[in-house]
């Protein structure tokens, strides 16, 4: 038997009444939802424009549920069988429609989705099977909100905290306004993930080459997110904290860590505050990046450590690996020793998220 | 004898009067200058903020000329002597003070100080030694003016231009109006550069990690204008156009083809223009970058190929690698090859730029 793996970025797809049926009654008429505009499936959350779903294709297809994606986004049995077909154990669960949910620029309604995300993911996830560990979403425009849910995920038994890329408000985080929601997460053992893609909209660029550069421009997000969090001393003052960005690929983090050093080096007479250590040393203790693909990530591991690299599949989204993940692996991993692949395969996201697959026998 | 390197990225610094000298009278007392404000030595640019000087410590100094910078900044015989000790033979010349011109506002102003620029260039450097290739400043507020200012900087005997990192006046290099600055480029064998900290105040972030924070967000710069040259379709319509990033690393650029492919592949039915060849291919043909100090760009050649990597020596920038060249080399080409070495040391920059260095003796 195929030894198998974690995958550290993967996706339910909400049911496409999810906020119809559980959001306070007064608010259901302006839920976010998925909607069939024009034969395509779209996206529709109030304050943002809606948008077409990726890769949902055709909303008349036949081999594809009402939203596009597999059925598995939204079932945890047909999911696990998709799951065990392609040699994947756990997953860190992240959202679909959710993902846009952060820029509700109504608080009430904001909060409102974040918690009945949150609730119908641990009712039908997490509490379905230890394999399925979620990240919660936590919006993070209000502290005390923030980290009311976050205490009251923890004991929902989420395993993880979601919070947007970009930070709200012209309030990045690298201000200490956010010190409250770092004590809260370190304190309950929960990873703090930041999924490409949120807090901002993602299409900014609609001319040509668009498709291609918005996509990389939610990585150059994530590289910028991290930067903050390690050169501000976000990651110094909650040693205990670990930071994971997510579907951003790994093979920036060498450059990232290079980059960062050399600055605090060089310029070193502008620098605050003065970190104890450079700012590499805190992204290889407490950073983590996820990647499926790409294999520059790898390559990279010897400047990287091994530590940071979490391998996801991101399924059921078409850029995940589903259904060719065994493939996927033996390219990218080839050359690399057993121990270091299972480390980036398995043991770095059982050990964050407590996801421990069965032994191979 | 050690064989000489080519560094494709390094400084003059503008002689403190140099615009106070050369602009049209009227314009004299607005000239972009380098002024002692406090004991510090500062930029001071119409139109910008004051700006700090990089590295350039004590106006008082004893060890360093006026500006805080080796005199051999503006003084060739004394450049070539520093580069000889340090092992380096030709360089592709940047501005200091210019870097920041592309900002002016006023477009009278704007262009006096381009051409001053060029000129004291040409006639400095690039007149005195084959060893010194000029990139002339070029402006791209106006396409008319920049054009035909590339065709004079041709007949000075320039062998580059550079144009802002940050495209100008919300009108990014995806749209066709700079296309006759390509071809302009193109029919006199130039290759087009961007300087990090270019078009744009590359000062955004004042609060804590601020300056480690900015120094990352230039190089996010150089990923994203890349991006939008290779996905535009600019590279594949102008297919002897040669762009080069400088002063930002190289690590990143694995993670960037993989990015721009996988988009390419993966949300095909957003992809516009369908090039004939994935993003990657035509960055691996006309795109490079330039690095110094880090490991990283070197790590990944397998991904990225070796004709996109350019190592470069950043003289006399505090950044930079002099007196400590030959070390630093040791250092990251440790176990590489000597004719990938040889190709990213001098031969891909020979063959852009006509900088042949002498065989080693």
Redesign the interface.
Known sequence: MTQLVNSADSHVVEPLDLWQQRLPKHLRDRAPRIEEVGGKWTFVVEGLPPRNM??A?DAKSKNKQATGFRPGGSDPDLRAQDLDEDGVWGEVLYPTIALFGFMIPDAELRWATARAYNDWLAETFTAASKRFAGAAMIPVQEIDAAVEEIERVARLGMRSVMLPMQAPDAQ?Y??DRYDPVWAAAQAHGMPVSFHVGTGANPVH?R???????????V??GA??TL??L????VLERFPELHVVMVEC????L???M???D???E??A?????KLAEP?SFYVRRQGHVTFG?????V??R??TGIEPLLWASDYPH??GTWPHTQETLTRIFAGVDERERRLITIDNTARLYGLEPPAAG
Chains 1, 2 share one sequence.
């Open positions: 990726g890769g294709g990045p690298n201000t660029e001319g040509p080459g668009g498709a291609v550069i918005n996509y990389v421009e990585g150059l590289q910028r930067a903050y390690a050169a501000s001393g690929g790994a093979g920036w060498s450059w990232l290079e980059r960062m050399e600055a605090f060089e310029h007479g502008w620098v605050k505050p700012p693909n790409d294999g520059a990530g390559v990279n010897e400047l078409p850029e």
